[in-house]
């Protein structure tokens, strides 16, 4: 598969939480953990599960960061 967005890191799925409409899929990304909200259909859809490898792919035209 073939996508435009540059920043794609690769993980191991450790938690697919489920609420009303909405899923909260955090995914492993060599001992940072990062967390994406996505459809609980793209869940399904995708068969995500707790152990998969995953890639969480980041696009946006601006990234903003805080720090302490």
Known sequence: MKISARNQLK???VEVAKGAT???????IGGTIVTASITNAAVDD????????AY????????????D
């Not at 909405?22 to 492993?28: G, L, N, P, Q, S």
């Not at 995708?46 to 490898?53: D, M, S």
């Open 11 to 13: 993980g191991r799925i």
């Open 22 to 28: 909405t899923a909260h899929v955090r995914i492993d």
């Open 46 to 53: 995708l068969a995500l599960t707790v152990g998969k490898e």
């Open 56 to 67: 969480a792919v980041v696009k946006a035209s601006d990234v903003m960061i805080a720090i």
